[in-house]
């Protein structure tokens, strides 16, 4: 099991920047992907980023490629995703879930990862 605490959420203006992070607890995550999903209201929880902890292979979504970076810190046993060129309709709560099983590809779907962080709302205003 691994427990992960979300930070970073808040108000952005549309076209900045903004990051959040995942910091990962009882124990390290190694072997392990970590993905971003985000749901805004109304809508089904959707992939936006993940990367393979050893390794560090990541993919996107479309709707991010060009934009967003997810990156990780072994050392700090954290992943971050940076949001750069914002959009509103990059408004949503925004999760990030480890899959823990071993893997060396990304999976997209959201029912692969077992355990997610408590998610955090991110709003950019245009």
């Known amino acids: 099991q691994v427990q992960l605490v979300q930070s970073g959420g808040g108000l952005v203006q549309a076209g900045n920047s903004h990051g959040l992070s995942c910091a990962a607890s009882?124990?390290?995550?190694?072997?392990?992907?970590v993905g971003w999903f985000r749901q805004a209201p109304g809508k089904e929880r959707e992939f936006v980023a993940a990367?393979?902890?050893?390794?560090?292979?990541?993919d996107y979504a479309d709707s991010v490629k060009g934009r967003f970076t997810v990156s990780r810190d072994t050392a700090k046993n954290t992943v971050y995703l940076q949001m750069n060129n914002l959009k509103p309709e990059d408004t949503a709560v925004y999760y990030c879930?480890?899959?823990?099983?071993?893997?060396?590809?990304?999976?997209?779907?959201?029912?692969?990862?077992?355990?997610w962080g408590q998610g955090t709302q991110v709003t950019v205003s245009s």
């Open positions: 009882g124990r390290t995550l190694s072997s392990v992907a």
């Open positions: 990367i393979i902890w050893n390794g560090g292979v990541t």
């Open positions: 879930a480890a899959r823990l099983q071993f893997t060396t590809t990304i999976s997209v779907r959201s029912d692969r990862y077992d355990n």
